[in-house]
C-alpha cells in the first residue's frame, strides 16, 4: 500500500506532526537523516501508522502519487540540502512543503527552482509550538491554490479547530505562507515583551509578590486580554524552582534569545517603509538584554530617580490592564498593516480577515480579540489600520489615558517600558494630522536643496535659504 504523506525531519516538531498526522488516519511515512530519530519515533508510535524509512529513494517510492513530502528541517542550507537529495526521485506535480521557519524569500526562490522541474513548493507556516504540532497548530500554506487543494484535506485536518473551523487557509502565491508566519513571530515578540514589561511593572514598580502578580494574570486571562500568552504567564510565575524554592522566574537568566523572525519582519518593514517600531522595539529589548554583562555595569554608573512615590494597587492594576491592551492593539495594527501594505507591493491578496481567523487557534498568539479583529477586516477589508475600526477606535480612545500614565510613570521612576511607550507614540503619531515634517522637509532643503512640496499648491519647490 502506498503512504499519504512522508514527513522528513523527526526533530520535536517534525516527530510532532507525524504523530498528528497518523492519529488523523493518514499513513505516514517517516524519514530523517540519521536514523536514532526514526528508530526512536518508532518505537513510541503510539501504536499509530507511521512507515520508517532509512532510504531517501525507498521513502519518496512508498508515497502515492503525487506525492506529499512534508519537511520539517531547520531553516537554512539544510532544507536545499533535503530538497537536493528528493530531486531525482520525484515526478512531475509531486508536491514538497516546507513546514519550518524559513524566510519567504528563499522559499520564493526554491518555488521559482522548483517549478523548472515541474515540482510544486507550498512553504508552510506552522505555529503552536511541540504541543501544537501534535495536537493542532495553525497553518499557513503558500504556493499554487492547485497544488495546495492536494494536501488541504490533510492539513485541514490537523490544524486546530476553532467553533468547527480549520485554522489553516490558503494564504496566497509563492511565500507568502511563510511571510504571514513570519510577520506572526514578529507579532509574538511585541505581544510577549508587552506583557514583560506589565509583569514587571507590577511586580517591580506597584512592589506585589510573584503569587499577587500570577493571580492578577490569571484574572486578566478571563476577560478581554484572554489569550495563550497571558494564560502562560500566569503559569509560569506559579513555578518554583525545585532546586532553590524561589519562584524558577527569579532564577532564569535575563538574557533573551531569538531565532531570527522577529528581526526579519522588521528588516522587511524597514525596506518597504512600513512602521513596524513596537516589533522592532520588543526585538531592540531583546538586543540589549542579551549584553547583561554591561548592563550591569551601568547600572553601578547611570542612577536613576530614587525616593518613588506610593503607587495605589488596585488603580494601578486597572492602569496597566488597560495599557496592556491598548499596546496589543497597537502592536497587532502594525503586523496587521504590514501584511496590508507587502500584500500590495507582492500582488497577494493577502485576506486579512481570514488570517485572523486562523490565528484564533493553535498558534502563539492565539487571543479572543482575534475574533474582533478579523470582524473588523470583514466590515472592511481595505481597513488601513486596526485602530481606525470603529470597536478599537472607541478602545484606545478609552485607555489611551491609562497608558499614558503607565508610560509617564515608568519615565519618571526610571522603568525602561520599550515597548509600552513607543505603542504610545504611535498612536500619538498616527493620529497627528500635522506633524514636525515640514521641519525635515526645511532643513533637507537647507542644507542639501533636496526641495519640498508646499501645502498650497501643486510642485516641487526650492528656496534660497540664506
Ligand atoms: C510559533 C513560534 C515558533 C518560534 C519560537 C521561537 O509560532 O510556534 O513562533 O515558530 O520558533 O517562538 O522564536 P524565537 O527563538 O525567535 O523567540
Known amino acids: 500500500m502506498q503512504h499519504s504523506i512522508g514527513v522528513i525531519g523527526l526533530g520535536v516538531m517534525g516527530r510532532n506532526l507525524a504523530l498528528n498526522m497518523a492519529s488523523h ?33 525507498a521513502f519518496v517510492q512508498s508515497l502515492a502519487r503525487p506525492r506529499k513530502i512534508f519537511m520539517m528541517v531547520t531553516a537554512g542550507s539544510a532544507i536545499d540540502s533535503v530538497i537536493e537529495s528528493l530531486l531525482p526521485h520525484l515526478e512531475t506535480g509531486d508536491i514538497i512543503m516546507d513546514g519550518g521557519n524559513s524566510h519567504f524569500l528563499d522559499t520564493e ?19 503552536g509550538g511541540e504541543v501544537g504540532a501534535r495536537t493542532g497548530p495553525a497553518i499557513m500554506p503558500g504556493g499554487s491554490k492547485e497544488a495546495y487543494e492536494h494536501v488541504a484535506p490533510i492539513l485541514t485536518k490537523i490544524a486546530a479547530h476553532v467553533e468547527g473551523d480549520p485554522c489553516c487557509v490558503y494564504i496566497g502565491p509563492k511565500g507568502a505562507g511563510h511571510f504571514v508566519k513570519m510577520v506572526h513571530n514578529g507579532i509574538e515578540y511585541a505581544d510577549m515583551q508587552l506583557i514583560a514589561e506589565a509583569y514587571s511593572f507590577l511586580r517591580f514598580r506597584l512592589g ?22 497571558i494564560e502562560i504567564t500566569a503559569d509560569i510565575l506559579r513555578k518554583t524552582d525545585d532546586e532553590t524554592g524561589q519562584p524558577l522566574i527569579d532564577v532564569i537568566l535575563d538574557q533573551a534569545g531569538q531565532k531570527g523572525t522577529g528581526k526579519w519582519t522588521s528588516l522587511q518593514a524597514i525596506d518597504n517603509g512600513i512602521a513596524s517600531s513596537i516589533i522592532t522595539e520588543a526585538l531592540f529589548a531583546r538586543y540589549l ?3 547583561k554583562e554591561e548592563r550591569v555595569a551601568a547600572s553601578a554608573v547611570l542612577k536613576g530617580p530614587e525616593d518613588l512615590s506610593t503607587l495605589e494597587r488596585d488603580a494601578w492594576v486597572e492602569r496597566i490592564r488597560q495599557a496592556l491592551y491598548m499596546g496589543k492593539v497597537a502592536a497587532y495594527a502594525q503586523g496587521f498593516t504590514q501584511y496590508r501594505t507587502s500584500s500590495e507591493l507582492y500582488d497577494w491578496n493577502l485576506r486579512l480577515e481570514e488570517i485572523a481567523l486562523i490565528f484564533r487557534g493553535g498558534c502563539i498568539i492565539r487571543a479572543d480579540f482575534l475574533n474582533v479583529i478579523s470582524e473588523a477586516f470583514k466590515n472592511d477589508a481595505n481597513l ?18 491609562s497608558l499614558r500614565h503607565v508610560v509617564a510613570e515608568g519615565a519618571l521612576s526610571g522603568f525602561a517600558l ?23 522637509q526645511a532643513q533637507r532643503d537647507y542644507f542639501g536643496a533636496h526641495t519640498y512640496a508646499r501645502t498650497d499648491r501643486e510642485g516641487i519647490f526650492h528656496t534660497d535659504w540664506q
Request: hydrophobic residues 35%; negative net charge.
Open 289 to 291: 538584554s542579551a549584553i
Open 208 to 229: 506585589l509578590d510573584v503569587t499577587e502578580v500570577a493571580d492578577i494574570f490569571a484574572e486578566w486571562n478571563e476577560g478581554e486580554l484572554k489569550s495563550y500568552l
Open 384 to 401: 488601513s489600520n486596526l485602530m481606525l475600526a470603529p470597536f478599537f477606535a472607541e478602545k484606545v480612545q478609552a485607555y489611551q489615558e
Open 109 to 127: 526562490r526554491r518555488f521559482d527552482e522548483l517549478q523548472r522541474h515541474g515540482i510544486e513548493y507550498i512553504g508552510v507556516g506552522v505555529s
Open 25 to 57: 488516519q493518514e499513513e505516514v511515512a517517516i524519514y530523517n537523516y540519521t536514523r536514532d530519530l526514526t528508530d526512536d519515533l518508532v518505537a513510541h508510535d503510539e501504536g499509530l501508522p507511521l512507515h520508517p524509512y532509512y532510504d531517501i529513494e
Open 418 to 440: 520599550p515597548s509600552l511607550s513607543t505603542s504610545l507614540t504611535y498612536y500619538d503619531s498616527y493620529r497627528t494630522a500635522n506633524s514636525n515634517a515640514n521641519m525635515l
